[in-house]
């Protein structure tokens, strides 16, 4: 294995356990891009029921790039992992719901080959590489993620049921997919977490198929849940009409 170049990511360098609750992210561009996004976002929001949604997103957020979680994104492949399911199966479902339910320009089945289309790109080394060594293209992925989920994701709210329930399952596949791809690699893909996984007791590829089990089993399982919502849904509308 090739000894990695010095990656400083957006994040920060890779912690060790014994730092990790000292790395809080206090960036105050970003405190003022989060701040902006709520309260235009809020401006939207008709129902209790869509503001819930919001201050959920907002705090996950927080969770993600503000708490030490986000230091933590540095070192282990494992946390990035869960950080993009968060941004893309949490966050993007709870703007979505935020939002009033309307038609998105290109449909459910475009927007489901853009988002996966996006998601493995990213997930390509090289270009992984280069979000964790440039501030500007870190930013661009987790905006590009972010918002073709939540596109995503509003499409499917606003498409007919079955159009709904199929961009969520071949979204869950594709998932699936790319996480089994990475639980079965025999080989670390991701020079940025080379060394940082081996402080919290993982080498280098055990970091890399835990990240790809956590795509795989819970990864898939967010959008395998929400397809059965929306059927049971449809369900229910369709036997309420039958019973009046």
Same mark, same amino acid.
Request: with cysteine; proline share 7%.
């Given at each position: !294995?090739?000894?990695? #170049?010095? $990656? ?12 990790? *609750? ?6 105050? *561009? ?9 309260? +235009?976002? @809020?401006?939207? #929001?008709? #129902?209790?029921?869509? %503001? ?5 997103? !907002? ?51 475009? $927007? #489901? ?6 998601? @493995?790109? @990213? ?18 992925? %987790? ?28 979204? !869950?596949?594709? !998932? ?23 402080? *919290? ?6 970091? %890399?198929?835990? +990240? ?21 849904? $449809?369900?229910?509308?369709? %036997? ?5």
């Amino acid at each position: !294995m090739d000894q990695p #170049t010095r $990656w400083i990511p957006y994040c920060g360098a890779a912690p060790v356990p014994a730092e990790l *609750w000292a790395r809080w992210n206090l960036d105050p *561009w970003l405190l003022l891009a989060l701040t902006g996004v709520a309260i +235009a976002l @809020w401006r939207l #929001t008709r #129902t209790p029921h869509e %503001q819930r949604a919001l201050l959920a997103a !907002m705090a996950l957020l927080l969770i993600l790039f503000v708490s030490p979680f986000c230091a933590l994104t540095s070192a282990l492949f494992s946390a990035r992992a869960v950080h993009h399911l968060a941004l893309t199966a949490i966050v993007a479902p709870l703007l979505a719901l935020a939002l009033p339910v309307r038609r998105v320009p290109g449909g459910w089945a475009a $927007w #489901t080959g853009i988002h996966a289309a996006t998601f @493995w790109l @990213w997930h390509a080394p090289p270009l992984y590489e280069a979000a964790l060594s440039n501030d500007a293209i870190y930013w661009l992925m %987790q905006a590009s993620l972010t918002l073709t989920a939540l596109a995503l994701w509003r499409a499917a709210r606003a498409a007919p049921v079955t159009g709904g329930v199929f961009a969520l399952l071949a979204t !869950m596949v594709q !998932m699936g997919l790319l996480g089994a791809l990475l639980s079965f690699s025999g080989t670390a893909l991701y020079a940025p977490h080379y060394i940082g996984p081996i402080a *919290w007791g993982l080498s280098p590829i055990e970091d %890399q198929n835990l +990240a790809g089990l956590i795509m795989w089993v819970p990864g898939a399982g967010f959008y395998l849940v929400a397809a059965l919502m929306l059927m049971a849904r $449809w369900f229910s509308q369709e %036997q309420k009409a039958v019973a009046a």
